[in-house]
C-alpha cells in the first residue's frame, strides 16, 4: 500500500515563504512521477507542479520564478519550496505520485498553506 505523508504547511504573511515535504512509503516503481497539487475554497484542484524521477520539471504559469520543485528519489520524497508567497496561494496542497498503470497515482491527505494579506 502506497502511503504520501505531506508536511510543512502553516500560516505565513504575504511575501514570505514555505517549504512543503512530502514523503512516499510503500512499493513504487523506480520511474515515476511526483507532483504537488492545490485546492482553494470553492475552486477544483489545480496542478502546481510536477517532478519525474528523471529530474523534469513542469509548472503552473502562477507559480513559475515563485515555486521551486525538487525531490530525493533515494528516499521517495518531493519538496515544494514556496517563495513570495501571495493570498492567491491560499489552499490545501496534495501531493501526488503516479507511474504507469497507477491511473490518477496516490495521493496526501493534503497541508493547508495560508497566506495573510
Known amino acids: 500500500q502506497v502511503q504520501l505523508v505531506e508536511s510543512g504547511g502553516g500560516l505565513v504573511q504575504t511575501g514570505g515563504s514555505l517549504r512543503l515535504s512530502c514523503a512516499a512509503s510503500g512499493t513504487i516503481p523506480s520511474i515515476n512521477i511526483m507532483g504537488w497539487y492545490r485546492q482553494a475554497p470553492g475552486k477544483q484542484r489545480e496542478l502546481v507542479a510536477v517532478?519525474?524521477?528523471?529530474?523534469?520539471?513542469a509548472q503552473a504559469d502562477s507559480v513559475k520564478g515563485r515555486f521551486t520543485i525538487s525531490r530525493d528519489n533515494a528516499n521517495n520524497t518531493v519538496y515544494l519550496q514556496m517563495n513570495s508567497l501571495r493570498p492567491e496561494d491560499t489552499a490545501v496542497y496534495y501531493c501526488n505520485a503516479r507511474w504507469s498503470g497507477s491511473g490518477t497515482g496516490y495521493w496526501g491527505k493534503g497541508t493547508l498553506v495560508t497566506v495573510s494579506s
Open positions: 517532478i519525474t524521477s528523471g529530474g523534469s520539471t
